[in-house]
Nanobody, 123 residues
Framework: VQLPASGGGLVQAPGSLRLSCAASGRIFSDYGMGWFRQAPGKERDFVATISWSEIMTYYADSVKGRFTISRDNNKNTVYLQMNSLKPEDTAVYYC?????????????????WGQGTQVTVSS
């Protein structure tokens, strides 16, 4: 599964960005999708996930109410709509895929990863 992420950039708080991850190589609808992020000097952390069936989503407490994960299986794409961005949201954002994944927040559960896209939020 190839997972190129796009949509990152520089935005001023409390702006918005929408990240996209267009998957290829497998049957996209069979995969749970997750977004993770890694800030400079920190470990990579869970952000949001959506189940392969689209029924369930789950968010990190730090982004709940501000970020929304969604997917379009017709376009093989998962999105992360980020609103009310804060400087602490600055990080490289990665999408990841897990076969038949259901709201998995653990990185170890995702065998497929994209290359990441940089999000920088200025104050």
């Amino acid at each position: 599964v190839q997972l190129p992420a796009s949509g990152g950039g520089l935005v001023q708080a409390p702006g918005s960005l929408r990240l996209s991850c267009a998957a290829s190589g497998r049957i996209f609808s069979d995969y749970g999708m997750g977004w993770f992020r890694q800030a400079p000097g920190k470990e990579r952390d869970f952000v949001a996930t959506i189940s392969w069936s689209e029924i369930m989503t789950y968010y990190a407490d730090s982004v709940k109410g501000r970020f929304t994960i969604s997917r379009d299986n017709n376009k093989n794409t998962v999105y992360l709509q980020m609103n009310s961005l804060k400087p602490e949201d600055t990080a490289v954002y990665y999408c990841a895929a897990q076969y038949k994944g259901v709201t998995n927040t653990a990185q170890d559960g995702y065998p497929y990863w994209g290359q990441g896209t940089q999000v920088t939020v200025s104050s």
